[in-house]
């Protein structure tokens, strides 16, 4: 994808180094001529002021549909898509602005320009378990920026990616994350599983324990164990870590409580020592 970064701000660049009494309007109507000679040249440029694609899955909980959004930054793009784990081609079926998918599944998005691939493929998975749909209540409300789908982010089914701002995370700043599912009814529980991210350069770390309960009453709860990790603060590579509990004898359970304890301050090494941490968690899964 170089040439969607690199042109046209080649062009804006190099105007405002060497014509600095240049006017925008002037300066337009010459970039024409370049996008004529970039094309004769095969060059693949991308949008002036625009992201190429910009694309964000959401959980719809009347409906019980995903939907997939997306944002063209040229009108001649063409997004194809797969609901598996092979890359889409050409030939796979294709979409414009949004995209309904009726059952969990992982979906590939592959957007072409003029023939060719115009980026990396966009991969989000949506895995399927008990609590897809029921509503999720917190102790302590997750922030504004960070919400996923508000009562349903950790029970939409939809996995985290690497990137913490696209809409697949659910964030607490400086926050425990305690979170309750309502499995509405008595259900029998053999697997809670919670992921976290680790961006340690943008304040996202680990929390420092998970513990997961059980209850019938949403009042009384069990707890069924406490989930350590041995990942350091100091490991800078974004990762998802999750936490899993096998349980060794099936339970009967309507309400599935999960209690992530914050990081704490950023340590003295960190760029933003003394700061609060960051807690980023897709989902609460239940089997």
């Known amino acids: 994808n170089a040439d969607y ?16 009494k240049t006017s925008y309007d002037d300066f337009q109507q010459r970039l024409q001529y370049h996008y004529s000679l970039l094309g004769k040249k095969g060059i693949q440029y991308g949008a002036e002021d625009k992201n190429l694609l910009t694309a964000q899955v959401k959980y719809l909980p009347l409906e019980k549909t995903w939907r997939l959004y997306a944002q063209r930054g040229m009108d001649d793009i063409q997004l194809h898509y797969n609901l598996d784990k ?3 081609n050409q030939q796979s ?5 949004s995209l309904t998918i009726t059952r969990p599944s992982p979906i590939r998005v592959v957007p072409f320009r003029k023939g060719k691939q115009a980026l990396a493929p966009l991969t989000y998975e949506i895995i399927n378990h008990k609590g897809i749909g029921e509503r ?6 997750y922030h ?3 919400i996923k789908v508000g009562q349903y982010g950790l029970a939409d089914g ?9 809409g ?3 964030g607490w700043w400086g926050k425990d994350l305690d979170a309750v599912i309502d499995l509405v009814s008595p259900t029998s529980i053999q697997y809670l599983q919670l992921n976290c991210l680790q961006q340690t350069q943008s304040w996202i770390l680990l929390p420092k324990k998970v513990e997961f309960f059980i209850s019938d009453d949403g009042e009384n709860w069990k707890q069924l164990t406490t989930q350590m ?20 004898v099936a339970v009967q359970a309507r309400y599935i409580r999960a209690v992530a304890t914050n990081y704490g301050k950023l340590p003295a090494w960190h760029n933003g020592a003394g700061g609060d941490a960051w807690i980023f968690a897709d989902e609460l899964i239940v089997r």
């Open 168 to 170: 697949t995370w659910i």
């Open 5 to 20: 970064m690199l042109y046209p701000r080649l062009q804006a660049f190099a105007e405002r180094l060497w014509n600095v």
């Open 144 to 146: 504004e920026n960070y």
């Open 229 to 248: 990790h041995k990942v350091t603060d100091e490991d800078l590579k974004p990762q998802v870590h999750e936490f899993i509990y096998r349980i060794p």
């Open 136 to 141: 999720v209540y917190f102790k302590h409300l």
């Open 86 to 88: 092979q890359l889409p």
């Open 93 to 97: 079926p294709s979409f414009t602005d």
């Open 158 to 166: 939809i996995r985290g990616t690497m990137n913490y701002g696209d």
